[in-house]
């Protein structure tokens, strides 16, 4: 039986404050729809282009959120995160408005484009081998050696209430249009996008299903839905979305998914990599492959649509221009 929102980690109520907060700052992001995709798709779909925000993703949201609860006493030691690269310029984009330092742990083969422009937003950048070395632990060091106070990129109430004003601009909108949103797909690392995202819908729009969106066989999420348990995934190995490959769900986003979602969506690389070249030529986007996951799904017939209102976030468009180009050119 569903608990009631109010027992759970963040309500609409979070979100909403969130909203306040981050309304000088961030960028409210248009709806948009595309006869092409309708057409497609054979559903009304409408897409969230979270690329047009602020630092090019959703994650300055919930990183301005949380900087912004700091109080002033403690922004002295800076702030420190780790990240493959879209919560790292959140938060180094955030900590410069709030004129904080900002320590980033990356991993070393992240794309170039989101190194460097972590660095241009001022922060120093430390990187480590993805496949040897625990990140958090990294981060956790500098943090306690700092008096810095440490960032996590989904894991937190903060974050996810900011990560949520996604899915509340959302529910403004398709109420202005006079929609109800049937089907809400979110794509899903740690998982605080799409746990936001649900907080905000499931509160004006009860009957929406949401759903998590993850590259095929990252699927900790789906899997750990279906177990009712989180669980991790069982890929070995890479995939061109980056952003997407925590390995196991948080525990608190958890908490909030298990209850709120529907259930998990994947797509395979080549599929992502279709769903890009869509984006760029018939919606004049650019899409990372990880922010383009919830549109392959659907491009892929993975989503049962059913003539319903659909919407998709696009969560992100930081992409290395060699990648975006491979991708583009093949699909």
Same mark, same amino acid.
């Given at each position: ?15 909403? =404050? ?5 309304? +000088?700052?961030? /960028? ?6 595309? +006869? ?51 919560? =790292? ?21 992240? +794309? ?7 660095? =241009? ?57 006079? /929609?109800? +949103?049937?089907?809400? /797909? ?146």
């Amino acid at each position: 039986m569903t608990k009631p929102a109010s027992i759970l980690p963040v309500s609409s109520a979070d979100v909403d =404050a969130a909203a306040r907060v981050l309304a +000088p700052f961030a /960028v409210r992001t248009p709806l948009l729809s595309s +006869p092409a995709l309708d057409r497609r798709v054979g559903s009304r779909v409408f897409l969230k282009p979270e690329m047009l925000q602020r630092t090019g993703s959703f994650k300055f949201r919930g990183a301005f959120n949380k900087l912004s609860s700091i109080p002033e006493a403690d922004r002295g030691g800076g702030v420190v995160a780790f990240s493959s690269g879209n919560h =790292a310029q959140g938060v180094a984009a955030a900590a410069q408005i709030l004129n904080m330092q900002a320590t980033i742990v990356m991993p070393a083969d992240a +794309p170039l484009s989101k190194r460097e422009r972590t660095k =241009a937003y001022g922060a120093e950048v430390v990187l480590y081998d993805r496949d040897r070395e625990d990140r958090e632990a990294i981060a956790r060091d500098i943090a306690a050696k700092r008096g810095a106070t440490l960032v996590p990129p989904y894991d937190d109430p903060l974050v996810i209430a900011g990560q949520g004003t996604v899915g509340r601009e959302i529910a403004e909108d398709m109420a202005a249009l006079g /929609v109800s +949103p049937d089907i809400v /797909v979110a794509p899903a690392s740690g998982g605080g996008l799409v746990a936001g995202v649900a907080t905000a819908i499931k509160a004006r729009f009860s009957k929406a299903m949401v759903m998590s969106a993850e590259p095929e066989a990252f699927d900790d999420h789906a899997r750990s839905l279906r177990a009712g348990k989180r669980e991790n995934h069982r890929a070995e190995g890479r995939t061109i979305c980056d952003a997407l490959m925590a390995s196991i769900p948080g525990e608190i986003t958890f908490a909030i998914n298990s209850r709120l979602l529907a259930g998990g969506v994947v797509a395979s690389d080549a599929e992502v990599g279709t769903a890009v070249g869509f984006a760029f030529r018939e919606l004049k986007l650019v899409a990372e492959p990880g922010g383009a996951v919830g549109l392959a799904a659907l491009l892929a017939g993975h989503i049962v649509t059913d003539n319903k209102n659909v919407v998709v976030v696009l969560s992100g468009g930081n992409t290395d221009a060699e990648m975006f180009t491979r991708l583009i050119s093949s699909s």
